[in-house]
C-alpha cells in the first residue's frame, strides 16, 4: 500500500515545459511535405521542438544546418540571394501553423560516419562571417529580412556536441580543437546579442554529458559512490569533464555573452535528476547561477533499451523523467525525438502507422499538469512511485507512474468525480472506472487523475 499527499492549496511555482522535444514531426511523400503530424505537439500543449538532425544526415541537405541556408560560404553574407531558406522556411510555418516555437540550433547534424570522411563539421574558416551569416537567418525569421518572418524566435544555440570525442578523427559533431569551439562561440554570441540585444537568447553548447561524475564523485564535489562501467569511466568522459571546465574559464575570461546553457543525457530519470544537481553546483560555484539551463536532448530506452520501442517500459520510463526533472533546477527538457521515421530514438511515433506510441501519451498528460499552470506540493511513500501535481486554483491534476515490480496499491485525496485515465500498450490515456481514491497501479503504468 502506498499513499499519495497532496496539498493543492500548497503551490510551488510554474510547471515547467519538461515536455518539449526534439525535431518535430512530418512527412513527406513523393508529390508533398506534411507537417500535420505537428498537431500531435499541439494537442499536447507541447510549446518547443529543438531543430538538430531534422530531416537526417546532414539535414537532408535541405534543413536548418548553416551549410543548407548559405550554401556557398564564399557568397555575400549580406546578399540575400546567397541564402537557400526554402525548406527550412516550409518547416518553420507548419510549426508556427499549430503554435510550436523552435530552438533553433546554428550548426551542422551529426555526421555518424565521419571517420571515414567529415563533410561539414570543421571549424568555419572564418568565425566573423559565420557569425554574420546566423545573423541574417535571425534576421529572416524574426525580423522580415528577405522575404522573411516575424516569427520572433527566443532560442538560438550555438553548435551541438563539440566534444563529442576526444579524437577529431571521430568526433561526429566537431573536427577542431576546444579552443577553436569557444572561440567560435564568443565571436557569434557576442555578434548576435550586440545585434539583437535581449529580443534573443543565445546559448550552447549542447554538452553532450556527464556521466564522469559517477566514476569520481569526490573530484567533482558529489556524494556519490563510486561507479565503474564503459559509461562513467575512460577518456571520452574525462574529455567531456575538461571542455565543461574549459568552456567556462574561456567565456568568464572573454566575458562572452550567455543566456542559457543546454546539455545531454541518455541515461536514466535518477541518474539524470543528479546529473541536474551537478550542473547547478557547477554554474553556482562558476558564478553563472543565473543561467536558464536546458536539458535538450534525452531518451533514456532509445539508448539503452531500443527493444522496448513502443512499450509501458518507454512510457512510463518517460513518466519518471518528466517528474523527476521538474522539482531539479533544470528549466526546460527536449526529448530526442519525434520523427516519424524509424530510429531508436524516434520513440514517440510508429514509423509505419504514422500513430503514437504510448510514450506520446505520457507526454499528453504531463501537458495537461503544464496547461494548468502551477505545481501543487505532492509527496508519496513509496519511492518506486513518482507522482507530480498541478493546479490553476480551480481544476486540479495528477500525474503519477510505478516503476516497481508487480502491482502496488494506492491511496489519494481526490474525492468522488475524480477522472482516472490510464496509459500502457492497451490504453492510450483512457478513461478508466478506477476510483481515484482508491486504485492498484501495476509496473510500468502512467495514471492521470483529473478534477
Excluded at 187 to 195: I, R
Aim: proline fraction near 5%; include cysteine; charge should be negative.
Amino acid at each position: 500500500m502506498a499513499i499519495l499527499n497532496i496539498d493543492f492549496n500548497h503551490t510551488l511555482g510554474k510547471i515547467k515545459p519538461m515536455h518539449a522535444v526534439g525535431q518535430p514531426p512530418f512527412t513527406g511523400g513523393f508529390c508533398k511535405l506534411d507537417f500535420s503530424p505537428i498537431d500531435y505537439l499541439k494537442q499536447a500543449n507541447i510549446p518547443y521542438s529543438r531543430l538538430h538532425d531534422v530531416g537526417g544526415a546532414f539535414g537532408s541537405n535541405r534543413y536548418v544546418d548553416i551549410p543548407n541556408i548559405f550554401r556557398d560560404f564564399e557568397a555575400d553574407e549580406t546578399d540575400p540571394a546567397s541564402y537557400d531558406f526554402a525548406f527550412t522556411d516550409a518547416l518553420l510555418a507548419g510549426m508556427a501553423e499549430y503554435g510550436v516555437e523552435p530552438i533553433f540550433r546554428l550548426g551542422v547534424t551529426i555526421e555518424n560516419q565521419c571517420h571515414i570522411k567529415a563533410y561539414r563539421i570543421h571549424p568555419p574558416k572564418d568565425y566573423g562571417k559565420w557569425a554574420r551569416i546566423c545573423e541574417h537567418i535571425v534576421r529572416h525569421y524574426n525580423e522580415g529580412w528577405a522575404d522573411g518572418f516575424h516569427y520572433g524566435i527566443t532560442y538560438w544555440e550555438i553548435w551541438n556536441e563539440p566534444e563529442n570525442r576526444p579524437d577529431p578523427t571521430r568526433n561526429q559533431m566537431w573536427t577542431g580543437t576546444p579552443l577553436q569551439y569557444y572561440e567560435l562561440y564568443d565571436v557569434t554570441a557576442k555578434h548576435l546579442k550586440a545585434c539583437f540585444g535581449n529580443t534573443i537568447k543565445v546559448g550552447g553548447y549542447a554538452a553532450t554529458g556527464f556521466y564522469h561524475i559517477f566514476a569520481e564523485p569526490k573530484k567533482y564535489g558529489m556524494e556519490l559512490e563510486p561507479r565503474t562501467g564503459k559509461r562513467y569511466v575512460g577518456k571520452k568522459e574525462e574529455y567531456r569533464m575538461a571542455f565543461l571546465y574549459g568552456f567556462f574559464d574561456y567565456i568568464a575570461e572573454h566575458q562572452s555573452p550567455i543566456d542559457f546553457f543546454s546539455w545531454h543525457s541518455y541515461a536514466s530519470a535518477e541518474d539524470t535528476a543528479i546529473i541536474a544537481g551537478f550542473v547547478d553546483k557547477f554554474l553556482r560555484e562558476r558564478g553563472y547561477g543565473h543561467l536558464e539551463t536546458m536539458l535538450n536532448e534525452w531518451n533514456y530506452t532509445g539508448m539503452n533499451h531500443p527493444e522496448t520501442l513502443g512499450t509501458a517500459f518507454a512510457s512510463s520510463q518517460a513518466a519518471a523523467m518528466l517528474i523527476l526533472m521538474q522539482n531539479t533546477p533544470t528549466g526546460m527538457l527536449c526529448y530526442y525525438d519525434t520523427r516519424m521515421t524509424y530510429s531508436r530514438f524516434g520513440g514517440m511515433f510508429d514509423a509505419i502507422k504514422k500513430k503514437p506510441y504510448c510514450l506520446y501519451y505520457s507526454f499528453y498528460a504531463f501537458g495537461q499538469l503544464y496547461a494548468l499552470g502551477k505545481q501543487a506540493q505532492c509527496e508519496t511513500d513509496h519511492e518506486k512511485l513518482l507522482a507530480l501535481a498541478a493546479t490553476d486554483g480551480e481544476q486540479k491534476a495528477v500525474l503519477i507512474t510505478y516503476t516497481g515490480e508487480g502491482a502496488l496499491d494506492v491511496t489519494t485525496p481526490f474525492a468522488e468525480g475524480a477522472e482516472l485515465y490510464l496509459v500502457d500498450e492497451e490504453h492510450m490515456l483512457e478513461k478508466m472506472d478506477d476510483d481515484p481514491a482508491a486504485f492498484t497501479i501495476k509496473q510500468n503504468q502512467v495514471i492521470l487523475i483529473k478534477a
